[in-house]
């Protein structure tokens, strides 16, 4: 019961991070289209919904703060969606070990606290590599400064989701 409770306020935390980043952000432009996604009826079924209502709130708060001419979001768009798909690999892989984490965390073994966390930063360490990787990409169609600001508040957006996680997730003891 206390796995399913911590599983359930991880997944509250995470929304109401989403609702948090999206009514901070500026005034609206045109924006890609979002979709609204319903109530899931399992825990691994509310983290996939979970997910896709985060990328389509990133998305909305990239198009309120990147200020792009129709030539550079027909270009823009498309590359952003291929971005978003091979992060959703990394960030589904994180839910997993969220969960995993939060069913063993209180029996955890020496092994498995070491493989916990060096999972956790050879996933930090494969964001930023995609990041790197989609910076150069954004360059090839953008300006320099609008691709870094694209993955500024990519980045931005993750840092403060992986607070929000941590925060909710008890240390290894």
Do not use: C
């Amino acid at each position: 019961m206390r796995r399913l409770t911590l599983s359930l306020s991880l997944i509250a935390a995470i929304g109401l991070l989403s609702v948090r980043a999206y009514s901070a952000g500026t005034p609206q432009r045109a924006t890609p289209a979002s979709t609204t996604v319903a109530p899931a009826q399992t825990p691994e079924a509310a983290l996939k919904a979970l997910r896709e209502d985060l990328q389509g709130t990133r998305a909305d708060i990239m198009a309120k703060n990147l200020t792009l001419t129709a030539d550079q979001a027909a270009k823009f768009w498309p590359l952003y969606a291929k971005f978003q798909a091979e992060q959703s690999v990394i960030v589904d892989q994180q839910f997993q070990a969220i969960k995993r984490y939060a069913d063993s965390f209180a029996t955890m073994d020496d092994a498995t606290a070491l493989s916990t966390i060096t999972a956790h930063l050879s996933r930090d360490l494969q964001i930023n590599t995609l990041r790197t990787k989609w910076l150069a990409e954004f360059q090839k169609i953008l300006p320099a400064r609008l691709a870094a600001r694209a993955i500024q508040i990519d980045r931005r957006l993750g840092l403060a989701e992986q607070m929000t996680i941590s925060a909710q997730l008890p240390l290894i003891h």
